[in-house]
């Protein structure tokens, strides 16, 4: 048993080092292995946690995703579960991120952004629960990016419904951003274009 402690110690140091080296790629492969050989071991728990540092910053969200539910599922009383919360979420943010930098498509508007709702989820259930948590404050603020995002985003499809003359449309999403996304800057804009797009379809009728 002994023998077997200094091994694992062993690889977790390696694995360590590597992290500190940024290796991380290295550093997957050797938390990876440490957790099929030693699922169970003193530093499992810890393994776990630094596999999704590793993952995450390899640049690898999905992979990070999938790190943090594993760790949330196997070690649901575990004391850094706030880290595990954040880290998913900041996995799903940046997995969108790149659609709320570049929305200037009808195309890229009309996409589901579910990875976007999902960081918001994973940050709001961080905040309900470890509201102290030192990863509180950039989750708060980072929801307050999203929702704004979000609202961007459907007075963007509004738009592009109201230029195809697709009235009731244009005016459903303006009114789902008036409803859902209250105290975002995309109000006035959702309230501009329903009335303009509901005066155009009324002279269109006289």
């Known amino acids: 048993r002994r023998q077997r402690q200094m091994c ?21 492969d050797q938390l990876k ?87 918001f989820r994973d940050f709001e259930r961080l905040v309900n629960r470890f509201p102290d948590s030192e990863y509180a404050p950039d989750a708060r603020s980072r929801m307050v990016h999203i929702r704004n995002q979000l609202a961007r985003q459907e007075l963007h499809v509004a738009r592009y419904y109201a230029r195809r003359g697709a009235i009731i449309a244009s005016i459903n999403r303006a009114q789902y951003v008036v409803k859902h996304y209250q105290q975002t800057p995309a109000v006035p804009e959702a309230l501009a274009i329903m009335a303009t797009v509901s005066y155009t379809h009324l002279r269109a009728h006289e």
């Open 33 to 119: 292995e440490l957790e099929a050989r030693f699922p169970y071991g003193d530093f499992a728990e810890q393994a776990a946690l630094d596999l999704i540092y590793a993952q995450y910053r390899a640049v690898d969200y999905p992979a990070t995703v999938v790190a943090a539910q594993r760790f949330m599922r196997n070690y649901q009383a575990h004391p850094r579960m706030d880290y595990a919360l954040y880290m998913r979420g900041l996995a799903n943010f940046n997995m969108e991120k790149g659609l709320f930098d570049n929305m200037v498509s009808s195309d890229k508007s009309s996409k589901d952004m579910g990875a976007a709702k999902d960081a």
């Open 8 to 28: 694992i110690r062993d690889r977790y140091r390696e694995a360590s080092e590597s992290l500190e080296s940024r290796n991380y790629l290295t550093a997957i």
